[in-house]
């Protein structure tokens, strides 16, 4: 049994250094279909070809080439974040919240990997 509970969605965020050529590049390209732009966030998020599966852009001045991180979506970041942390999980500082869109919080797996715990927000209400 499993510590959290995710909810059949991940998200594969990659740094880019301009979300709107990139997410161009990925519908011409890969034949993702592009879901928002959210300049605000410097965020953009496409669909991929697999059901449950989407690639966030988030917009850096320099992107470290290489740099993936998993996003699992959960139903609960709290108690998904409290259930880690009781086991162990270090994460790299607090969850961070942009209202009305998602809640995510940074952890690491034991070789440093870099993974996040994403709360959609959008569809509370």
Not at 21 to 27: C, F, H, L, M, T
Not at 64 to 70: C, D, F, H, I
Not at 103 to 116: I, Q, R, V
Request: proline letters at 3%; glycine letters at 10%; aromatic letters at 8%.
């Amino acid at each position: 049994m499993s510590v959290v509970s995710l909810d059949n969605t991940i998200t594969l965020a990659l740094s880019v250094r301009d979300r709107h050529a990139s997410a161009k590049w990925y519908e011409d390209t890969l034949g993702f279909q592009l879901l928002y732009h959210f300049d605000e966030a410097g965020w953009s998020e496409m669909q991929t070809m697999t059901e449950g599966v989407t690639l966030g852009l988030g917009e850096q001045a320099d992107p470290a080439p290489g740099n993936s991180v998993p996003v699992f979506g959960v139903a609960d970041i709290a108690a998904a974040r409290t259930a880690l942390e009781a086991v162990g999980v270090r994460f790299d500082g607090e969850t961070e919240t942009i209202e009305g869109m998602v809640s995510t919080a940074t952890f690491y797996d034991p070789d440093g990997n870099a993974l996040m715990l994403a709360q959609d927000l959008s569809k509370e209400g």
